[in-house]
């Protein structure tokens, strides 16, 4: 009989206390990953993870996108340091406040005004709530994942999920990315009972579809909706000011998260100046959103991105990383695929044969064995070296190999 593990032995005393054995779905341990995968991480530096045993992982999950420097950045590091010596959370805003804002404001194109919050989710129901008290509408289209609260998961089409009230079915429509018809389509029939429409503006499963997003920027402001960008992901990442700043289009509101702190809990809400001087009017606060040991490393990493050459050479790691990946796959058959930007790509099936989704189990399965951490997408951050890059890719090289003699 296989002796258990101390993962093994981890993970089933996690799932005593923890529904699923971890704080949330996607880093719930994987049976099937089990002595590649590492299933718990006990310290992490630069883009490196260590998990409990020691073993060393070059990381593209970056936390799940919100580590963008690296982690333990010994600017960002040094700036909470500073600020933990004053304090956290405290009685009246921080100063932080006001000049975090500000900064944000200077580099975000549509965020004439901001407030903080402290999850995606929140920040995006925040926005949506904005748009609806603005516009005096209820309906909403949402296109991508937007949030885990009920007013996302009660979408039209996809089916009330367990625990969401059935009321809710009815208000909100499911838009697929780059979908323009069926657009136009809820446009004409709803059009004015739509508050807004929140849209990721760029998914990374294949090339930015632009015509899609002007074409809801011509909509919303033709049937008076508030257009939303969920730029949870791709703020700071593919520009400092985000997708809105790099593809120039420009919202009426968006979110930001992940990379804004590198790591440190923080997201924001943000838009034109007359949509967010109705914020003081409405129910949304949260104790924390003004933590300033957060706040004190979003605006180091704000002044990183802008006095470094970080998006610069996080976009030339990347395309380093995912030429190399597409030479390796176009040698083998050409069952996997590389698609997105290379700050954050996705390896996919190149063909719908159930063989080629086998395949890349097989592959991200040998990744983890030669010290790779897959995510997808894969996030570059500034603190993968060019040798990183050249190990990922000998190891990628490897895990082809060695998926294909399984198959």
């Not at 996302?152 to 625990?163: F, L, P, T």
Request: aromatic content about 10%.
């Amino acid at each position: 009989m296989r002796n258990t593990t101390r993962e093994e032995q981890l993970a089933e005393r996690a799932r005593t206390y923890i529904p699923g054995g971890a704080m949330n779905h996607a880093k719930e341990p994987r049976q099937d990953m089990l002595g590649y995968m590492p299933w718990y991480i006990e310290r992490a530096e630069g883009c490196y993870l260590y998990d409990i045993e020691g073993r060393e992982f070059i990381d593209y999950s970056s936390s799940y996108g919100p580590v963008i420097l690296g982690y333990r950045y010994p600017p960002i590091e040094e700036a909470v340091r500073a600020q933990m010596e004053k304090g956290v959370l405290f009685s009246m805003p921080s100063p932080l406040e006001g000049e975090w804002a500000e900064m944000l404001a200077n580099v975000v194109p549509c965020a004439q005004m901001v407030r903080a919050m402290k999850t995606g989710s929140a920040a995006t129901a925040a926005a949506v709530r904005v748009a609806r008290a603005a516009t005096g509408r209820e309906k909403v289209i949402s296109c991508g994942y937007n949030s885990w609260h009920d007013w996302w998961v009660a979408k039209e089409g996809v089916g009330i999920s367990k625990g969401i009230p059935s009321c809710l079915e009815g208000n909100i429509y499911d838009l697929e990315y780059g979908n323009l018809a069926f657009a136009e389509q809820l446009f004409q029939e709803h059009g004015k009972e739509i508050s807004c429409l929140i849209t990721i503006p760029y998914d990374f499963r294949g090339k930015p579809c632009l015509s899609f997003l002007r074409r809801l920027r011509s909509l919303t402001k033709e049937y008076g909706a508030v257009l939303i960008f969920d730029e949870i992901i791709t703020g700071f990442r593919l520009s400092l000011g985000g997708a809105q700043e790099l593809f120039e289009i420009s919202p009426d509101m968006c979110t930001l998260a992940k990379a804004m702190g590198n790591g440190y809990p923080l997201s924001a809400y943000a838009g034109k100046a007359d949509l967010m001087k109705l914020v003081p009017e409405l129910q949304i606060d949260t104790t924390y959103a003004g933590e300033a040991l957060s706040l004190a490393a979003s605006l180091a990493v704000i002044r990183e991105m802008r006095d470094k050459p970080v998006l610069e050479m996080i976009w030339h790691r990347g395309e380093e990383l995912m030429t190399g990946l597409r030479r390796i796959f176009s040698n083998n058959g050409e069952i996997l695929s590389v698609e997105g930007l290379p700050p954050a790509m996705t390896i996919n099936p190149a063909t719908d044969n159930p063989g080629a989704a086998h395949f890349k189990n097989l592959f991200i399965k040998h990744l983890y064995g030669q010290g790779v951490f897959y995510h997808s997408p894969l996030f570059v951050t500034f603190s993968h070296t060019e040798k990183d890059i050249e190990c990922t890719l000998e190891a990628a090289e490897n895990a082809v190999n060695k998926a294909a003699k399984e198959m």
